[in-house]
Every structure is written in C-alpha cells, then in structure tokens.
C-alpha cells in the first residue's frame, strides 16, 4: 500500500477517496479516528490519509488526484438537460443530478 493523498481537511481526503474508489482504485482511509489523540501527538499525524491497496494503481491515483486538485480554476460547466450552471468540481449537476460528463462532451 502507498499513500496517495492527505489533507487537513476531512471532505477534501473523503472526495479524493471517492474520486478514486468511482474511477476503480481500491483505497484504504487511515487516521480515521485519530483526531482524538490531537494534543498528544503532532496534529500532521492526526490528519485523514487516503492509502492505495494495489500499488499498480499508485500512479493513476497520483494523476487523478494531482488533475481534481488544479481542475479547481476550471470553468464552470453548463447541465445540457436543466441549463444549470454547476461549479467545475461538481461530478453532478446540483439541480437535476445528472452526470457532468454528459454535459462537458
């Protein structure tokens, strides 16, 4: 196993984990519940940690990661079946829930 990605931020490390569990990369969360020891030990060992099981997938999982992050100055996307306007890290359109995909082709 190799870590692929950890941030302070608890949603952030829960959207990489499901970024990459949807593209098929089987992960691991570590430090789940180390929040409680904080005070005790560093808060940088505390943080939420997305592992990679297969380390075939370590690469992938790296680039998918690496692409979520800086798709963050993205435009936004126009929904092709409500007309919605969605920001760019949205997988969904938040009005009618369908896939960005559809709509970015």
């Known amino acids: 196993m190799k870590l692929a990605y950890t941030n302070a931020n608890r949603m952030m490390v829960l959207n990489v ?3 990459l569990e949807r593209e098929g990369i ?3 969360l570590r430090n789940e519940y180390a929040v409680g020891a904080m005070g005790e ?3 940088f060992e505390v ?3 997305v592992w990679v099981f297969n380390q075939a997938d ?3 999982a790296r680039t ?3 692409t979520s992050i800086s798709d963050s100055h993205a435009p936004e996307w126009l929904c092709h079946e409500c007309g ?3 920001d760019p890290s949205f997988d969904f359109c938040w009005n009618c829930q369908t896939d960005a995909r559809a709509s970015r082709s």
């Open 41 to 43: 030990i560093s808060p």
């Open 26 to 28: 089987k992960t691991l």
């Open 58 to 60: 370590y690469n992938r």
């Open 84 to 86: 919605e306007r969605n």
């Open 17 to 19: 984990q499901n970024l």
């Open 47 to 49: 943080w939420l940690e």
């Open 64 to 66: 998918l990661v690496s």
